[in-house]
């Protein structure tokens, strides 16, 4: 559980590989724009601010949240990029939908990165309300899309050893 009014997206910028030869590809759901435009601007800085070239960040828009496995297995097959940030919010309402669409997005990024060599950070809100959302876009926890950017950068170094 987060703590009251913790930053959780601080990063020591000395312990991250340099991102300058690194691609990457960000697939962002245009559901919940105000929480996935927040998580993505957090990881395209989180990104430039650790050597990567504007250049090399490529960034593609699916519908919602359960779209995010598809543009990220096409993404991948484009062959441009080292890594793929799925980048999504799902907060929960009245019905199972939540559970469903939580479930599939989930397993789909976890089957993503058994199958491919390309590793897919995982990057999808899944909160009980809106505020907690805004919370972990930008707000007092930070941003969740600085956290994948960071996670990114960590995997493709593994990817290369």
Same mark, same amino acid.
């Given at each position: 559980?987060?703590?009251?009014?913790? @930053? #959780?997206? !601080?990063?020591?910028? !000395?312990?991250? *590989?340099?991102?300058?030869?690194?691609?990457?590809?960000?697939?962002?759901?245009?559901? @919940?724009? @105000?929480?996935? /435009?927040?998580?993505?601007?957090?990881?395209?800085?989180?990104?430039?601010? %650790? $050597? !990567?070239?504007?250049? @090399?960040?490529?960034?593609?828009?699916? *519908?919602?949240?359960?779209?995010?496995?598809?543009?990220?297995?096409?993404?991948?097959?484009?062959?441009?990029?080292?890594?793929?940030? !799925?980048?999504?919010?799902?907060?929960?309402? /009245?019905?199972?939908?939540?559970?469903?669409? %939580?479930?599939?997005?989930?397993? $789909?990024?976890?089957?993503?990165?058994?199958?491919?060599?390309? *590793?897919?950070?995982? %990057?999808?809100?899944?909160?009980?309300?809106?505020?907690?959302?805004?919370?972990?876009?930008?707000?007092?926890? $930070?941003?969740? $899309?600085? /956290?994948?950017?960071?996670?990114?950068?960590?995997?493709?170094?593994?990817?290369? #050893?």
């Amino acid at each position: 559980m987060a703590t009251e009014n913790k @930053n #959780l997206s !601080a990063y020591d910028k !000395a312990t991250i *590989p340099n991102a300058n030869d690194f691609r990457f590809g960000i697939v962002v759901s245009e559901w @919940n724009e @105000n929480i996935t /435009e927040g998580l993505f601007a957090g990881a395209k800085e989180a990104l430039l601010d %650790c $050597g !990567a070239l504007e250049r @090399n960040i490529i960034r593609w828009n699916v *519908p919602g949240s359960f779209e995010l496995t598809y543009g990220a297995k096409r993404m991948i097959e484009t062959k441009e990029v080292d890594c793929v940030i !799925a980048i999504g919010s799902v907060i929960k309402g /009245e019905t199972m939908h939540f559970d469903f669409v %939580c479930q599939g997005v989930t397993q $789909g990024i976890k089957d993503l990165n058994v199958k491919y060599d390309t *590793p897919v950070i995982f %990057c999808v809100l899944t909160d009980d309300t809106m505020q907690q959302s805004i919370d972990r876009s930008g707000g007092k926890h $930070g941003n969740k $899309g600085t /956290e994948a950017a960071i996670a990114a950068i960590k995997m493709i170094q593994l990817r290369n #050893l």
